[in-house]
């Protein structure tokens, strides 16, 4: 390989893995000076001057001119120097740098020279991917799917020039992912261990949900609207509150849109998930009475603000409305608010039918609190 076909190498493979070439030239550096280490004896001392403009890549091994060579590894004569050099005149005791062809490395060198080159450019490629998922850290991305696994469902997402996996518990329950599907997705974590950086991607994490209403809703992006809360039951429903700071400003009308546009959107990329948008009350029992809509809450009655108990009263027609189907609506009241919730019929009798469906939702550890600050 001539030094113009080596510079074209790189800068294809710049282009296409993303590594800068100097980084590959300082890999290449490393792998000649552990082949030069190998060849001539233990002697490091070489010399490198590389010009990508120039396509020019120049190797030098330093040596000491003496009298009588005794290792030639290290040393040559001032004769030998003189034929190396013309132009410039030597003295016994001076340093002069030997032209060295790669080529002469050896077998055995070359090879290693390879493994570090290979390795450089693993580590190279961990480190832009560990830095392209870092970047996204508690983002949304669109990425794009390339492969399925048939029998655990899990899915391959070519994020950026880096992959993660979508296992089956992060997708939404609708989802029918096929490969080349362009799918959001929210990185929620990133860890690096020996097997190089791992992104852990979801669509059912509350983050997704609040980044998707961030980059449709303008007055969100601009700060007048705030999210304060999450709560999702994944491909079912999710509840949002959410608050204005210009009291001109509506804040569920802003989040829903014109004629619903805004929100629709949202469901239709969420397939189908129904979503709760409430006002945020700095007042608990506001709060709670708004996250338990769509039931009507005749009172709230706070327990104990230390532990964030409270009871809540409906009217006895909405009791099944208030709790929802297997309780989901009670529950993620609870979350949203982190309150537990005990919920009551108006009259205080719950009838054979309903006995059942009373119940006490409590928001459980890293819900509400974790959602926002994966988002953040």
């Known amino acids: 390989m001539t030094n113009k076909e080596l510079f074209e190498a790189l800068r294809m493979f710049e282009k296409e893995k993303d590594i800068p070439m100097d980084y590959m030239l300082q890999q290449i550096e490393k792998a000649i000076v552990i082949a030069c280490k190998n060849y001539y004896d233990g002697n490091e001392n070489v010399v490198f001057k590389v010009d990508p403009e120039k396509n020019t890549f120049d190797v030098k091994l330093v040596k000491t001119i003496v009298e009588e060579v005794e290792n030639p590894n290290y040393e040559v004569t001032l004769e030998q120097a003189s034929q190396i050099n013309k132009r410039k005149k030597f003295a016994v005791g001076d340093e002069i740098e030997v032209p060295l062809d790669p080529k002469k490395l050896g077998r055995i060198a070359v090879s290693s020279a390879r493994n570090v080159i290979r390795q450089g450019i693993s580590t190279g490629e961990k480190g832009r991917a560990l830095l392209e998922f870092q970047s996204k850290l508690g983002e949304i991305v669109t990425a794009t799917v390339e492969r399925i696994d048939p029998k655990s469902g ?88 959410v608050v204005s700071s210009n009291p001109d400003v509506d804040a569920i009308g802003a989040c829903i849109g014109p004629k619903g546009s805004r929100v629709n959107s949202i469901v239709s990329e969420l397939g189908g998930e129904k979503i709760d948008i409430i006002e945020f009350s700095e007042d608990p029992e506001k709060y709670i009475s708004s996250a338990l809509s769509p039931a009507d809450v005749v009172k709230v009655e706070i327990v104990d603000p230390d532990k964030k108990s409270c009871k809540a009263t409906v009217p006895d027609g909405q009791l099944s409305l208030a709790i929802g189907n297997k309780g989901q609506n009670a529950r993620l009241a609870a979350r949203l608010t982190g309150w537990k919730i005990d919920i009551r019929p108006e009259s205080g009798f719950y009838g054979e039918d309903e006995d059942d469906e009373s119940e006490t939702a409590e928001a459980p550890e890293a819900t509400v609190e974790d959602a926002e600050e994966a988002a953040e």
């Open 154 to 241: 899990i899915a391959t997402i070519k994020i950026g020039k880096s992959e993660a996996m979508l296992p089956k518990n992060e997708q939404i329950g609708l989802d029918d992912l096929r490969e080349g599907d362009r799918v959001k997705v929210f990185i929620s974590d990133v860890k690096d261990n020996e097997r190089g950086p791992h992104a852990f991607i979801s669509r059912t994490h509350p983050g997704l949900v609040k980044r998707m209403f961030e980059q449709e809703v303008p007055e969100i992006y601009d700060g007048i609207v705030e999210i304060k809360s999450v709560a999702r039951e994944a491909g079912s429903r999710t509840k949002m509150a």
